[in-house]
């Protein structure tokens, strides 16, 4: 779960939890197949799902993920609900399920609309319009879990989605195929469809880059009168995403996305994103300032980091290492990209998390404490970011100064990638464990006294007392007011101290 928010000028990262298919060959006969229809003008997209019952009694069907940005609300917007004619169905709205009782076992089909209308709600707009269905005049915003209809006994490897109505003439992205078209049936494996997004609007410019010879698409809208998007991500596609590529010496991909669209609630600045497959997904208005551009690289950066690995059981176990270390790659990468100078780097590590980090209420709440207060308290949403990066820079020093620089948490991330890869070949389900994680370091650190570093600062969430730590020669830490504040050495090279 991977995942960013930029709202009122404070970044927030929104972890979206990835869920893991085992393949497995089911009959031929067994499908779950969407037809989707839209005129272009209204606010509803009509679905039918055709499917095979799992049992001769009924098929129970989940709506909904409110997890998913926190949308406890979102049953409400599945509408006109209805079945086959010879069978009944019951709804729960409490759990999110309809329930199909069937009077025989032949193939059934459900239809059902799902209403895109804008919530209108300022204060929520990022929440409002990117964790939920955006269906206006001329302009649809779909992810997976606002369409499909998940049947509790699943037993289909695939999926397919197929467009039987929709305006001929306005530009279409789909996320599983970014070159198809509307006109083409979508067949898609289950354990893809958490990454099924789609767009649809005659507003919408598409355009094609190479990195490192992968084609990377952009999706912007000429509604955005404002910003030159296109000029604004150039850097992206110049440097950061092959300098991140380089990073983790990884140039194995079939294609990437970023998705940026302007909202429709709000004039007001604020910007929020998740990532979404091999891709990214971004709602935003105002300036696109260098916040926004952050947002873009800390979740473009999810591709390793909260995506290709998580550590424990599920994203929000360790949250510090899915956040917190991922926007620690992301700020070497800017700085390697020449996308963030010295100014900027000491006010986001002084400001943006020494200083909100070290005063805030829950600057001490132990981890386990983190995922029950989530969505409930905002300075529990912001403290594995927080946390986890000044671990990192914590523990990239520690490294740096015991290998005389020849090594830094670049090395331990490698291996764990490595090692990631590893488990995944036996079980493509499994993640890294924390025991992987101190194994690896401890490579480079002394097993114990890191053990103890990481029950200490990260599990039970003690302050990192940087009086008492060396840094690199280029760094020095002073104190004014309890709150630790970096200070760089003149004629520093900041490039260069944080090669690789």
């Known amino acids: 779960m991977n995942k960013a928010f930029l709202a009122l000028g404070v970044l927030i990262c929104m972890p979206f939890a990835s869920i893991c298919t085992k393949k497995t060959n089911y009959p031929a006969k067994d499908k779950l197949e969407y037809h989707l229809s839209w005129d272009g003008q209204s606010s509803t997209l009509k679905v039918s799902l055709d499917y095979i019952p799992a049992n001769k009694d009924s098929t129970v069907f989940i709506y909904g993920s409110p997890e998913f940005g926190g949308q406890t609300d979102i049953f409400k917007i599945v509408q006109n609900i209805n079945c086959n004619s010879s069978d009944s169905l019951k709804i729960n709205s409490q759990e999110h399920q309809i329930t199909i009782y069937h009077s025989d076992v032949e193939p059934k089909r459900i239809n059902y609309e799902i209403n895109g209308q804008l919530v209108n709600n300022p204060k929520r707009a990022i929440y409002d319009e990117l964790f939920r269905p955006v269906i206006t005049e001329k302009t649809m915003y779909m992810v997976?879990?606002?369409?499909?209809?998940?049947?509790?006994?699943?037993?289909?490897?695939?999926?397919?989605?197929?467009?039987d109505s929709f305006p001929e003439h306005f530009p279409y992205?789909?996320?599983?195929?970014?070159?198809?078209?509307?006109?083409?049936?979508?067949?898609i494996t289950m354990s893809k469809k958490e990454e099924v997004l789609f767009v649809m609007g005659p507003d919408l410019l598409i355009n094609k880059y190479s990195v490192h010879g992968i084609p990377y698409y952009s999706i912007t809208s000429k509604r955005d009168t404002m910003n030159n998007l296109s000029s604004e991500l150039m850097p992206f596609f110049k440097s950061y995403f092959p300098d991140i590529r380089d990073f983790w010496q990884d140039d194995h991909a079939p294609y990437y996305y970023i998705c940026t669209l302007p909202l429709f609630s709000t004039n007001q600045s604020m910007?929020?994103?998740?990532?979404?497959?091999?891709?990214?997904?971004?709602?935003?208005?105002?300036?696109?300032?260098?916040?926004?551009?952050?947002?873009?690289?800390?979740e473009t950066a999810h591709?390793?980091?909260?995506?290709?690995?998580?550590?424990?059981?599920?994203?929000?176990?360790?949250?510090?290492?899915?956040?917190?270390?991922?926007?620690?790659?992301?700020?070497?990468?800017?700085?390697?990209?020449?996308m963030i100078d010295q100014?900027?780097?000491?006010?986001?590590?002084?400001?943006?998390?020494?200083?909100?980090?070290?005063?805030?209420?829950?600057?001490?709440?132990?981890n386990d404490s983190i995922a029950p207060n989530y969505w409930r308290n905002d300075d529990y949403e912001k403290l594995p970011y927080?946390?986890?990066?000044?671990?990192?820079?914590?523990?990239?020093?520690?490294?740096?100064?015991?290998?005389?620089?020849?090594?830094?948490i670049r090395d331990v991330l490698l291996a764990l990638l490595e090692k990631n890869r590893e488990i995944r070949s036996a079980d493509p389900c499994a993640n890294l464990s924390l025991n992987d994680f101190i194994t690896i370091t401890a490579y480079y650190l002394p097993h114990e006294q890191l053990q103890q570093e990481i029950e200490n600062y990260l599990i039970q969430g003690n302050l990192i007392?940087?009086?008492n730590v060396k840094l690199i020669r280029e760094f020095k830490v002073n104190y004014r007011n309890d709150v630790p504040v970096l200070e760089i050495s003149d004629n520093i090279n900041l490039k260069k101290s944080f090669s690789w």
Request: some cysteine; hydrophobic content about 35%.
């Open 144 to 163: 997976g879990c606002f369409f499909m209809m998940n049947p509790t006994e699943q037993k289909v490897s695939s999926f397919s989605i197929q467009w």
């Open 173 to 187: 992205f789909i996320s599983t195929e970014p070159e198809s078209s509307p006109l083409k049936k979508q067949i």
């Open 271 to 298: 910007a929020g994103g998740f990532g979404c497959g091999p891709g990214f997904m971004m709602k935003y208005t105002g300036k696109f300032d260098d916040w926004n551009k952050k947002i873009i690289a800390h």
């Open 303 to 338: 591709n390793w980091i909260g995506q290709t690995m998580v550590l424990g059981k599920n994203s929000f176990e360790h949250q510090w290492f899915g956040e917190g270390f991922n926007d620690y790659v992301m700020l070497l990468n800017l700085i390697k990209s020449d």
């Open 343 to 366: 100014t900027g780097f000491l006010h986001y590590l002084n400001t943006d998390m020494f200083l909100k980090h070290y005063t805030s209420p829950a600057r001490e709440a132990k």
């Open 386 to 408: 927080r946390r986890g990066f000044i671990f990192a820079f914590y523990l990239d020093n520690k490294i740096r100064m015991a290998s005389e620089g020849h090594q830094s």
């Open 465 to 467: 007392d940087f009086r």
